[in-house]
C-alpha cells in the first residue's frame, strides 16, 4: 500500500499543510485570499502530479491488475513499483487524496499486525477507507464458495486484500472478482513482504541488479 506525490518541491509545499485551504482561508494580516487563478494553478500542480504517476515506465499495465505472486509483475512493473514507493516514503506522511472515495476490503482468516495496519494506514493517508474481516467473519471455501463472496464483494468495494490458508481458493476468489484482488499471505506466497523486502535491499545497496539473495 502506498502513497504518490509527484516532485520534490510540490512535496515541500504540501508540507505546510493543504495547500488550496491555506490560500482561500479567512484572510489575516499582510496576507489575501487566494484569487481563482491561484486556486487553478494548485489544482493544475495537483493533475500534473497525478499523470506523472499515472506514465510513470509500466505503471498503466497494473491498473486493475491481482497481484497474487511476486512473479505476477514483470521486471520492468516490479522496478516501478519500488520506485514509486521510494518517492512515497520520502514524501512523509502528509495526507493525500488520490483514493479519495475509494474502499478496501481487508479478508484474514489468519491473525495479521504488520499487514493489516500497513494497509489501513496506507488507505488512510491515500483519502480511502479500509474495513476489515477477520476470523469466522470469513473462511474462504467455507461459509460460502470463493466465487460467491468474490462477486458480491466485488459490487461493493474497489480493491480486496486476502490473507488466508490454502492458495488454490484465493486463485478462484481473484478469477471471479471485479476488482483488484491482493494475497495478503497464502501458503503459496506473500507478495507484500516480497516487495517491501526488495525495497529494503534497494535502499541498502542501491541497485537490485547482481545481488546475491540466501534465504
Do not use: W
Not at 110 to 123: A, D, N, Y
Not at 130 to 147: H, Y
Request: proline share 4%; charged share 20%; glycine share 6%.
Amino acid at each position: 500500500s502506498v502513497r504518490f506525490v509527484g516532485n520534490r518541491s510540490f512535496i515541500t509545499f504540501l508540507r505546510h499543510g493543504n495547500v488550496a485551504e491555506r490560500l482561500t482561508e479567512r484572510p489575516r494580516k499582510h496576507t489575501q485570499t487566494a484569487t481563482p487563478f491561484q486556486t487553478s494553478c494548485i489544482s493544475m500542480q495537483f493533475t500534473v502530479c497525478l499523470c506523472t504517476m499515472m506514465t510513470l515506465p509500466a505503471a498503466t499495465r497494473l491498473r486493475g491488475r491481482n497481484l497474487l505472486s511476486i512473479v505476477d509483475l514483470a521486471p520492468d512493473e516490479l522496478l516501478s513499483l519500488i520506485g514509486i514507493a521510494q518517492q512515497l516514503k520520502a514524501a512523509g506522511r502528509e495526507q493525500l487524496q488520490f483514493l479519495r472515495g475509494k474502499t478496501l476490503a481487508m479478508l484474514f482468516e489468519k491473525p495479521s499486525l504488520r499487514t493489516r495496519v500497513s494497509f489501513e494506514v496506507g488507505m488512510t493517508q491515500l483519502g480511502g477507507h479500509a474495513i476489515a474481516a477477520t476470523g469466522n467473519d470469513f473462511l474462504v471455501g467455507s461459509r460460502e464458495t470463493p466465487e460467491d463472496a468474490a462477486r458480491v464483494l466485488s459490487r461493493f468495494v474497489d480493491a480486496i486484500v486476502v490473507r488466508t490458508h490454502a492458495h488454490e481458493p484465493l486463485q478462484r476468489f481473484a478469477a471471479s472478482a471485479t476488482v483488484p484482488t491482493i494475497n495478503g499471505l497464502s501458503e503459496a506466497a506473500h507478495p507484500c513482504q516480497a516487495l517491501a523486502d526488495m525495497l529494503t535491499i534497494k535502499e541498502r545497496f542501491g541497485t537490485l541488479t547482481g545481488l546475491r539473495i540466501a534465504y
